[in-house]
């Protein structure tokens, strides 16, 4: 897919690059745009990080996931919890019409 | 006001430094919290791969009826129905149990990048490089050339419509991912944007968005994945910022798909990755990575969770599809370019990717599983010519695939004709017994691609 990828580190020096070329008043407006970004960017990354100090260890997380999937019956898997249930499958007995569609042009 | 600018120069200079110094310091202390991974866990806890034997899961079904690259494909949550959308500017909507198509939708721009069912299954929606959301709705009645109307177009996004998907439970709200770097939430009623997320005036994706993915279990949350190699969770009533941003992937974010418990999501990337992000603690839970043993690491396409979780199916660019075994970061089962050739681009209502009878011979570039997760559908486009004609040499063939020069085709038409009649192409001779006129068959040969005059070459004298 083509598009500009910018990673987190690259990100800002696009930026900085894109923006040091005007010094027309468009120019500091855009700076002035940009800068506020970045400030807000701040916030939320102090944020983030004030969370973080908070945060459980990924244990706990791997733990809950575990148990999340080993609790659901799943058609796909050889071995599985029940209850089974027979629709699934569906997929194996022949279709009514024994010779099935086999059109082709739309 | 040149010194003025100076100045915000050097303060925009020092907020970037601040900005990447906060960005490692998040990046140090998260890895000091990632004491073991999904694996690494589950082995301590004493879990065993999934292993498959060769029946376990099997392909049931190839749908065929796309002249193009199936770009997408979604089911309806009443179990059965599935919605393709393809390069040959088509929606179609088949019942994958009995294999017929009960929708053929002409698109009015063929360049269509996803599809998606909505939860009663009475619309479908696509979008592409037209920018525009298009909405059908499938009990309508056809106009005079046939076509199903446009019922709704939901124009608004500055760049292409890349994935778009219903809010479960309703007909009435969908959420769509752009190139123009936002999401929006449009209330299909009016055919309004309800919400922007990111964009111009607010924190949001720096680059194409190429994916969304709507909660299972609280349907006001969605995760997307953009070419800045980041996902976001956003809640929708928040537009003006994402709830968390996941970094880690070193390149586009292609796909994302939440976990079927609603406190993961999953994301596949151009890095050759998958990954398993933690919603509320926003920890990488987990990498999904298997060296190839080719030059190029093949960027992961597509990604689908089995209905408990326990399986992740990738599709890669290289043809390769694999199902992880979440639990336990192994793969599976995988298929590769094996197996007997199939017929350019079918749907496949596959249960196992690993057979090597019927599994698709090229690229896989969509997935999706069934409401009740006993089914798992691919759709895929193939490019070997050579076993293209193998092939028609050996069956009946039933689709001709597309791109020839159009004079050839013409000059060509009657003697194809007569060359298909003899295969049972035509009339319903042998195959379909959907009579075809040579008008037809001229309108088909003017969709159809390079392969055709090798097909030429293959049947002339």
Not at chain 2, 47 to 74: E, I, N
Request: glycine fraction near 8%; include cysteine; aromatic fraction near 8%.
């Amino acid at each position: 897919m083509q598009s500009d990828r910018s990673d987190s580190r690259g990100l800002n020096t696009q930026r900085t690059q894109s923006l040091t070329g005007s010094g027309d008043t468009r120019g500091k407006h855009r700076i002035q745009a940009e800068l506020k970004r970045l400030e807000q960017e701040t916030r939320f990354l102090e944020e983030e990080l004030e969370q973080l100090d908070k945060t459980e260890k990924a244990s706990a997380a791997c733990n809950e996931t575990l148990r999340n999937v080993e609790a659901i019956p799943d058609p796909l898997l050889p071995i599985t919890n029940g209850p089974l249930n027979p629709l699934w499958d569906r997929w194996f007995e022949r279709p009514k019409e024994s010779r099935g569609c086999r059109c082709w042009i739309l | 006001m040149s010194s003025s600018v100076s100045e915000l120069k050097e303060r925009h200079a020092a907020a970037i430094e601040t900005v990447n110094s906060l960005r490692e310091r998040l990046k140090q202390k998260r890895q000091q919290l990632l004491d073991v991974d999904v694996a690494g866990y589950s082995r301590s806890q004493g879990r065993a791969p999934v292993s498959f034997g060769p029946t376990d899961l099997v392909c049931c079904r190839t749908l065929q009826g796309h002249a193009g690259k199936v770009y997408s494909l979604d089911w309806t949550s009443e179990r059965n129905r599935i919605v393709s959308a393809s390069q040959d500017g088509r929606l179609i909507v088949w019942n994958a149990l009995t294999s017929q198509k009960t929708h053929a939708i002409k698109l009015p721009c063929a360049w269509v990048m996803t599809c998606a069912f909505s939860p009663t299954g009475q619309s479908v929606a696509c979008g592409g490089l037209d920018s525009v959301c298009s909405i059908f709705n499938l009990n309508s009645p056809t106009d005079k050339d046939g076509n199903l109307p446009v019922s709704r177009m939901l124009s608004g996004h500055k760049g292409y419509v890349s994935c778009c998907q219903y809010v479960p439970d309703e007909d009435t709200h969908l959420i769509t991912s752009s190139g123009d770097q936002t999401c929006v939430l449009w209330d299909i009623t009016t055919g309004l944007r309800t919400s922007v997320f990111g964009g111009e005036f607010q924190s949001g994706h720096t680059a194409d968005v190429l994916s969304v993915s709507i909660s299972g279990s609280n349907s006001r949350m969605f995760v997307s994945g953009s070419c800045d190699s980041t996902a976001r969770l956003w809640d929708t009533r928040v537009a003006s910022r994402a709830v968390r941003t996941f970094h880690g992937h070193e390149g586009d974010v292609n796909t994302v798909k939440f976990f079927p418990d609603g406190n993961r999501f999953g994301t596949g990337s151009d890095d050759g990755t998958c990954r398993l992000f933690d919603i509320r603690t926003g920890h990488q839970l987990q990498v999904y990575y298997q060296q190839h043993g080719e030059n190029e690491i093949p960027h992961v396409t597509s990604i689908a969770f089995s209905i408990s979780g326990r399986l992740l199916f990738a599709g890669y660019s290289n043809g390769d599809c694999y199902v992880w075994d979440t639990l336990l970061a192994k793969v599976g089962h995988h298929s590769g370019r094996i197996g007997s050739y199939h017929l350019p681009f079918p749907l496949q209502v596959v249960l196992n990717l690993g057979s090597l009878q019927n599994s698709h011979e090229g690229r896989i570039t969509c997935l999706g599983l069934s409401a009740d997760g006993s089914a798992l559908c691919t759709g895929s486009w193939d490019t070997n010519l050579k076993e293209l004609i193998t092939v028609m040499k050996l069956k009946v063939c039933q689709y001709i695939s597309v791109d020839a020069q159009f004079d050839s085709l013409q000059n060509n038409a009657g003697v194809i004709q007569s060359k298909l009649a003899r295969f049972g192409l035509l009339e319903g001779t042998g195959g379909c017994s959907e009579s075809l006129g040579s008008e037809r068959l001229v309108n088909l040969l003017l969709n159809l691609r390079f392969w055709l005059t090798s097909f030429c070459c293959f049947l002339l004298p």
